[in-house]
């Protein structure tokens, strides 16, 4: 799992602002937010144009240079902050049992790396800032790991990702922490609520968007009737011979012709919920646009109760900051120099009975 993370000197984070996965307070509710002493859910709140959707562009920054997964076109652009910043840095702690791996790089842009370092368990195994030696970059560590690797030509791997090129080449085994790394790297997957099909990783496209749906129509009926959407939906097959989604109304309506962006967005959601069973950490953007609030609040319940993997969502929601549904470690607050968390951001001490969105309205946690 995913135990911190920082970024500093990318699109509007000028300074260096980090979220700590592992900063677990003691509640004694909603035990299901916490997996192995880290948080797997969390909602981050923050005013317009602070930089949410930024936020988790920089987390999945990642995703660009070490997997050949999905990232839309454009997202990418204008990618280092505007007051004269060299290039952008970006640091990941992870956790795997009892083996922690931390690996930081600095880019001039989403696929020109200007340096790399790798540690294991505090041992560094691959350095490059500037190149450690005079002959080149440290990589005894990955060396040692997988000595008949060749590294003989390693200058042509300048710009890039060595650990990208060590772990492609390389035969270690699935458990170890770095091929660990590797499978939550390609498992990690963005989604924007009111994009159809713009996302960063897991997969190399969604050629199965409109598709998928065929064979979990009950599923997402059951889950338009939570949402207090009257229409029903099913499969017709068309004069072409291809099979489309109508809304089962007297005159049968096409889907994604004639659906609201609310419910756009609540199958956009259901598919990734569907077709990624084995993400290792989901970033939804905007997740709740458009939503009524208890649909809101079914949907962060099924994100919950599926297990194995973190969630992050954004949200203006202020009905979903409830201990009821969450508890105060979870929900965090982003600023253009800083993400905290409710916890963190009061000198209150938090406790099961306090209205978290009283608190928030009031300006609590604005400090």
């Given at each position: ?67 050949i ?7 990418y652009?204008?990618?280092l ?18 083996d ?71 035969n270690i085994?699935?458990?170890h ?42 599923e ?15 499969a017709i ?18 889907f994604f ?32 646009a ?66 978290l ?11």
């Amino acid at each position: 799992m995913l135990k911190n993370f920082s970024v500093e000197g990318f699109k509007n984070f000028k300074e260096k602002i980090t979220i700590d996965f592992s900063d677990v307070r003691d509640y004694k509710f909603n035990s299901q937010c916490v997996t192995d002493g880290l948080l797997n859910t969390a909602i981050i709140y923050g005013k317009n144009a602070v930089g949410k959707s930024n936020f988790g562009l920089a987390l999945f920054d990642i995703v660009s240079h070490m997997t050949i997964n999905n990232v839309t076109p454009g997202l990418y652009d204008y990618y280092l902050n505007e007051y004269e910043t060299e290039c952008a840095c970006f640091e990941y702690v992870f956790n795997f049992g009892n083996d922690e791996v931390i690996y930081w790089y600095k880019k001039f842009d989403s696929q020109d790396l200007f340096a790399e370092h790798l540690e294991l368990n505090s041992k560094v195994l691959l350095s490059t800032e500037p190149y450690c030696g005079s002959y080149g970059p440290d990589f005894s560590g990955l060396e040692a790991i997988a000595p008949t690797l060749n590294w003989d030509n390693w200058e042509r791997i300048v710009g890039k990702s060595y650990l990208k090129y060590f772990l492609n080449n390389s035969n270690i085994e699935d458990s170890h922490p770095l091929s660990r790394m590797k499978k939550f790297i390609n498992n990690m997957v963005l989604f924007r609520g009111l994009s159809e099909n713009e996302f960063i990783g897991f997969r190399k496209k969604t050629s199965d968007y409109y598709d998928f749906i065929f064979d979990h129509i009950d599923e997402f009926n059951n889950l338009l009737k939570k949402a207090e959407i009257s229409n029903t939906i099913r499969a017709i097959k068309d004069a072409d011979d291809k099979t489309r989604l109508y809304f089962d109304t007297k005159i049968p309506l096409p889907f994604f012709k004639v659906a609201s962006s609310g419910t756009k967005a609540l199958y956009n959601f259901f598919y990734w919920y569907k077709t990624a069973p084995n993400v290792s950490l989901m970033y939804i953007d905007e997740f709740d646009a458009f939503y009524h609030y208890e649909l809101a609040e079914t949907i962060v319940s099924m994100l919950e109760k599926r297990s194995g993997f973190q969630k992050i969502l954004t949200s203006h929601n202020t009905n979903l900051l409830s201990n009821r549904i969450m508890r105060p470690d979870c929900y965090f607050i982003l600023t253009q120099d800083k993400i905290t968390s409710f916890a963190n951001a009061t000198g209150r001490e938090l406790r099961e009975g306090h209205n978290l969105e009283k608190l928030y309205m009031s300006g609590e946690f604005d400090g």
